[in-house]
């Protein structure tokens, strides 16, 4: 028996004297106990399979093969990978909890970290964890995790020996040049004790296979795309890439790219705002909503090396989640040499930004939080002027004495023609006036809260006659006001609101009102 056993740990050389131990105590793991801890470091399925798919790019996978098979108590998940494979010492080595020092430098594409990832991500869904590898020219290596063996001998023990349904799930690998195959058995986190004709536990099982695939396209997005493409499939269906940010999408807002600054380190942070969903078609929207939804996606997404560890949220800024900021997303880009920095943790799914970078990320977040705001409330139409040259809209926002008011801006244009010195352009001024004090901000607000998505927008529901009814009467008291055809005509352009119709416009300036009309 002990020919087909190897050792999974190596006890370290001694680094202190005799004396020294004569005054300690060696405390070493109960294997048994540990290993039942290490099931539950907090592992879903869909990040599990994810850490194995790490190891599988971080050795150089062009192609990754993930199959789940049901079979009541004895389905299998396996992942398959046509990478550089290990040589026999090295598998031992891999098998080994804590096979790296954390504290080690990595080579710049490692998606790994803590030399865990193998091993706590296997035992968080499976009691057996198989591997079969070859390395270019080497013969195939096998180890086996048998964690009902572990807690029978209560010792670091590897076996050697592969199930026979284990072995046939690495036909695909042998068939390449090298490779690796990672089998789980035993899968009582995912199937428990359902029998295999058990209709709704096959199902369920599926059902998981489906929220793999939905997460692997979205963490694994980068890699999905590109020259050096990887082909990730689940059973027989390839995985496309699940693009948070609808660069694809022209109506997408980019917004300026920034470079911070930690120490040594920096880091890019890219802030997009998404388009309106009246600007997306009923699959784009559902598509770009995410497994979790569009408003648990806000927010911030962390890369490490292309590889997605955070999908949304406002990284414990002080920043909360609201209907009306959905459509703020920002991509910040790290390399592996920050992890420590960013609190990285084992399932590499939380990430914590340094105190340093934290006022700076927070300004960001802010910027694009208005925008997107803005966007949301107004499906990407301006309503408030930008800047002081801005024509686009007559409402203006005004700081006074620590508040934000809203009035409507005496230096556009249109409202110059129309408040004259005169009786009647002191009345208009008047009536500005009380219209910009009495908004209802509050109720606006809270019947937005309520029912956001059924807020008219300005003009929606205002038909072209009407509409170029008003165009004339704004025409007329612009030529009034001694204003030419054409600076009417240009000035009437600009108003984001008439931009939705440019037809009116045409035909206002092709064949506007005569005088007789206008009097």
Same mark, same amino acid.
């Given at each position: ?72 108590? @004895? &389905?299998?998940?396996?992942? +398959? ?7 026999? /010492?090295? !598998?031992? *080595? $891999?098998? =080994? ?23 706590? @991500? &296997?035992?968080?869904?499976? +009691? ?7 390395? /270019?020219? !080497?013969? *195939? $290596?096998? =180890? ?240 408030v002027a930008a800047s002081p ?120 300036h092709s064949n506007p009102p ?6």
């Amino acid at each position: 028996m002990r020919s087909s056993i190897t050792r999974g740990l190596i006890e370290a050389e001694p680094i202190f004297s005799p004396k020294e131990e004569a005054h300690s105590d060696r405390a070493a793991p109960n294997p048994a106990a540990l290993i039942e801890a290490m099931r539950s470091l907090g592992y879903t399925l869909e990040t599990a399979v994810a850490d194995i798919v790490d190891n599988s790019l971080s050795h150089g996978a062009s192609n990754v093969h993930i199959q789940f098979d049901w079979a009541g108590p @004895a &389905s299998t998940v396996s992942i +398959s990978d046509d990478g550089n494979g290990m040589s026999e /010492k090295r !598998l031992v *080595e $891999a098998m =080994r909890a804590g096979s790296h020092d954390p504290r080690a430098e990595r080579a710049a594409g490692d998606l790994g970290r803590f030399g865990l990832g193998l091993k706590t @991500a &296997s035992f968080s869904q499976a +009691s057996r964890l198989s591997v079969m590898t070859r390395a /270019k020219g !080497l013969p *195939e $290596a096998i =180890r086996v995790w048998d964690l009902p063996h572990v807690s029978k001998v209560n010792d670091w023990l590897l076996l050697r020996e592969v199930s026979a349904s284990a072995s046939l799930q690495a036909e695909w690998m042998r068939s390449q040049s090298s490779g690796t195959c990672v089998v789980w058995e035993g899968v009582d986190r995912l199937v428990g004790d359902a029998s295999a004709d058990n209709v709704n536990a096959h199902k369920a099982f599926m059902e998981a296979a489906d929220r793999v695939a939905i997460h692997l396209a979205m963490v694994f997005g980068e890699f999905l795309i590109g020259a050096s493409a990887v082909k990730i499939t689940i059973g027989n269906v390839a995985l496309s890439r699940w693009d948070p940010f609808l660069r694809d999408h022209s109506a997408t807002q980019v917004l300026p790219q920034e470079q911070l600054a930690d120490g040594r380190h920096g880091i890019s942070v890219q802030p997009y705002v998404l388009p309106h969903h009246s600007r997306l078609s009923k699959s784009e929207f559902v598509t770009a909503a995410g497994a979790k939804g569009w408003n648990s996606h806000q927010g911030f997404y962390v890369y490490r090396n292309r590889r997605l560890i955070s999908a949304g949220g406002w990284l414990s800024l002080g920043l909360t989640r609201d209907e009306h900021l959905k459509l703020a997303r920002i991509r910040i880009d790290l390399g592996n040499e920050v992890d420590f920095d960013w609190k990285l943790d084992v399932r590499k799914s939380v990430a914590s930004p340094p105190i340093a970078l934290r006022q700076e990320l927070r300004r960001i977040a802010r910027l694009t939080r208005e925008r997107a705001q803005e966007v949301y409330r107004h499906r990407g139409r301006r309503i408030v002027a930008a800047s002081p040259d801005d024509q686009s809209t007559v409402w203006e926002a005004r700081q006074m004495r620590g508040k934000t008011l809203f009035r409507i801006s005496r230096d556009h244009p249109l409202v110059r023609a129309l408040t004259g010195p005169d009786e009647s352009g002191r009345a208009t001024e008047a009536l500005l006036k009380l219209v910009e004090q009495t908004i209802p901000l509050a109720s606006i607000y809270i019947r937005h809260a309520e029912a956001p998505n059924d807020q008219p927008t300005p003009f929606d529901d205002t038909k072209d006659a009407a509409f170029k009814e008003m165009l004339c009467d704004l025409y007329q008291g612009m030529r009034v006001a001694g204003h030419s055809h054409e600076q009417a005509v240009a000035t009437l352009s600009t108003l984001s609101a008439v931009k939705t119709r440019p037809h009116l416009i045409a035909t206002l300036h092709s064949n506007p009102p005569t005088l007789s009309e206008l009097d």
